[in-house]
């Protein structure tokens, strides 16, 4: 499959990364290559495999549902780029 | 100061249990040789401060007596592993200055039995390369060299594999999503295992593909590998894959008796423009291990051509779910911002500066390949033929087979660049052999096995039984000592 400009812009889009309008056509054209080797995968025939979710026969376990870590707001803001009050700063989101 | 270098963990660990050296011994000698190990640029973040703190407890443990195998070993720490107030960057501009205040499992575990972490290792960015050319850190370089050119130690543990190879710390860490550990191993001539998906637990390490990560050792030798897998393995309730299971005296495991044993010989294995001397060593290994008393069997795992790009949809789609945490919220870089940017352009900016060229595009595949529309062409579709790989490997061990030999890699290592102008899917191929294991979760380890025509080292895989890690190193214990594989790079870089 061929993926073209408007395409690769739109998953550009979807993954939050900024890409020039100028490096579109290569981006495209490096999708393309790299799709077309795993169309290989067409060749096989799956028909009634189910799509393994876990490589391991097991069910993944659950813990209590009890508190067992918290009260540690300056250790979770220690890395923040933008920390202020003891919140996360982002931009403006509302008006 | 290097003699004590030359020391394998087996023999340090002895050494300081009988007092001839002292764990700050070692660890002044792995600092100097890592002082002086530069042009190798193994090492990106300095512990030495820490180191010595950790080698003067040690030394005071060993004499109180009943010290772990691992006590005052100095060990290099990929970059992957967050390590607690140390900066943990999965060689990344987007975490530049990133200091976790937490632990990851593997390393506490290795911390509290003592071992010295002598740095923090190179690595491809979020562990996304088979070079160690995709670092924010710039690429490590290969000890091995054997003309004017610079080779690469492979990927994406590169810098565990240079820093143990150079015999700058004793061992490493490493981490292997489709091969990130066994292919630097068979680059570098040293000793890698990835073990049984679920044994160790991926708490604290940096996620690229959670379905396929697994953290291992990058050793000297069989019997170090055994050593340190067996402080690194075990269950962790904070990692919810991670399997309740005993962990074996690994060690304990290598008696060198194979007698008995089914060796599984796969044909899809052997692939065009496979060296010459590749073919020896695999068909000498094969020898020796019938030689050793073990039953070679010729099996076929008839989707094994299918598991790379299988691999490609279905990492790229993990990453792209596991990397959109990189926002420039809660840790790393932030990118700067123009007045009247809201937040969606502070995430697209942020991403675009914080990313590397081959991380953006395993997200972007990733995030088409999950897109409306696409997601059961192509992910549903991998996973589909990733039960089939699977598959393969059950029918090969339900009919008697224990191990399977095969080669680490199609080639032995490559300059650094030259791979640069081709498209990435060439770069993809050198992981053909390793990443078969991880789609079906077994354990596989690369052992070095000999040189090529120009005198580079190239490794043979053994891949097990899932949980049988004890076994699998017990044949590579028989292989590794039949082999007799000595040669060492010689120390141009100091």
Known sequence: MSIDTKTAARVAKLARIKVDEADLPALAQEFTNILGFIEQLNEVDVEGIEPMTSVTPQRLFRREDVVNDGNQQDAVLRNAPDAREGFFAVPMVVE | ?494
């Open chain 2, 1 to 494: 100061m290097s003699e004590l270098m030359k020391l394998k963990l087996a023999e340090a660990r002895d050494a300081l249990r009988s007092g001839k050296i002292t764990a700050v011994e070692l660890t002044d000698a792995s600092l100097a040789a890592i002082d002086s190990s530069k042009p190798l640029n193994a090492f990106v973040h300095d512990t030495s401060e820490i180191a010595r703190a950790q080698a003067i407890a040690a030394d005071e443990r060993l004499q109180a007596g009943e010290a772990p195998d691992m006590c005052g070993l100095p060990i290099g720490i990929k970059d992957l592993f967050c390590t607690n107030g140390v900066t943990t960057q999965a060689a990344s501009a987007i975490l530049d200055g990133f200091k976790p205040q937490y632990e990851s499992t593997v390393s506490k575990k290795l911390f509290n039995d003592g071992s010295v972490m002598v740095g923090k290792l190179n690595m491809d960015e979020f562990a996304m390369g088979s070079s160690n050319e995709t670092s924010v850190y710039g690429n490590a370089v290969n000890p091995w060299k054997v003309d004017d050119r610079d080779l690469t130690p492979g990927g994406s543990s590169g810098g565990s594999a240079a820093a143990v190879a150079a015999e700058t710390c004793l061992a490493a860490t490493g981490t292997d999503t489709g091969g990130s550990i066994r292919q630097p191993a068979a680059f570098t001539g040293i000793t890698g295992i990835k073990p049984t998906y679920g044994r160790c637990s991926r708490w604290g390490i940096v996620a690229f593909a959670s379905s396929l990560d697994q953290a291992g050792p990058v050793t000297k030798d069989v019997r170090d590998a055994a050593i340190m897998l067996e402080a690194m393995a075990g269950f962790d309730a904070k990692d919810s894959t991670s399997v309740n299971l005993p962990v074996p005296n690994f060690e304990a495991a290598l008696t060198g008796d194979i007698r008995g044993k089914t060796i599984g010989i796969p044909k899809e294995y052997r692939v065009d423009g496979m060296p010459d001397e590749l073919e020896t060593l695999w068909s000498d290994g094969t020898s020796m291990l019938r030689d050793a008393g073990a039953i070679i069997k010729n099996i076929s795992l008839p989707h094994t051509k299918y598991a790379l790009p299988a691999y490609y949809v279905i990492a790229p789609a993990e990453a792209s779910s596991n990397l959109a945490r990189y926002d420039g919220v809660r840790f790393g870089q932030r990118a700067k911002l123009e007045a009247g940017d809201g937040i969606t352009e502070m995430y697209e900016k942020t991403r675009a500066d914080g990313f590397g060229a081959e991380v953006k595009r395993r997200i972007m595949i990733g995030t088409y390949v999950l897109s409306a529309g696409f997601y059961d062409a192509y992910y549903n579709r991998a996973r589909r033929v990733r039960a089939l790989i699977k598959r393969d490997f059950e029918q090969v061990f339900s009919d008697g087979v224990d191990a399977i030999l095969t080669p680490s890699t199609p080639s032995a290592a490559f300059g650094l660049g030259e791979m640069a102008a081709l498209d990435p899917v060439k770069m993809y191929l050198f992981d053909v052999f390793t990443v078969t294991v991880n789609l079906a979760g077994l354990p596989g380890i690369s052992i070095p096995a000999g040189l090529d025509s120009k005198g580079l080292p190239l490794g043979l895989q053994l891949i097990g039984r899932p949980w049988e890690e004890g076994d699998l190193l017990n044949t590579a214990f028989t292989l590794e000592n039949a082999l007799d594989f000595n040669a060492k790079p010689n120390k141009w870089w100091i």
